[in-house]
Nanobody, 113 residues
Framework: QVQLVESGGGLVQAGGSLRLSCAAS????????MAWYRQAPGKQRELVAR???????DYADSVKGRFTFSRDNAKNTVYLQMNSLKPEDAAVYYC???????WGQGTQVTVSS
């Protein structure tokens, strides 16, 4: 089993930046891939970005060029750097360990216009 804890959310003005972190209780290598999802009120949870053990990344079209997913294997932590934030990016952001289908508790991102 692996436990995930997200942090870094908060309130930011449109155009601003935030960096989310997701710390795992064990090596993220065993997750095979890690992902960030988000869920806004009244909407379905959606995939934002994913990173594999090899470092390959995929992004939702809505965040390409603005968000960057990275990993620090030594710290068992993944990061989501979010730049040029828009009001439509506001949501609860969750990280997920793919192989174990484990989720963190989520961190709230609020973007004011």
């Amino acid at each position: 089993q692996v436990q995930l804890v997200e942090s870094g959310g908060g309130l930011v003005q449109a155009g601003g930046s935030l960096r989310l972190s997701c710390a795992a209780s064990r090596s993220i290598f065993y997750c095979l891939d890690m992902a960030w999802y988000r869920q806004a009120p009244g909407k379905q949870r959606e995939l934002v970005a994913r990173i594999t053990n090899s470092g390959s990344t995929d992004y939702a079209d809505s965040v390409k060029g603005r968000f960057t997913f990275s990993r620090d294997n030594a710290k068992n932590t993944v990061y989501l750097q979010m730049n040029s934030l828009k009001p439509e990016d506001a949501a609860v952001y969750y990280c997920r360990c793919g192989a174990y289908d484990r989720w963190g508790q989520g961190t709230q991102v609020t973007v004011s216009s």
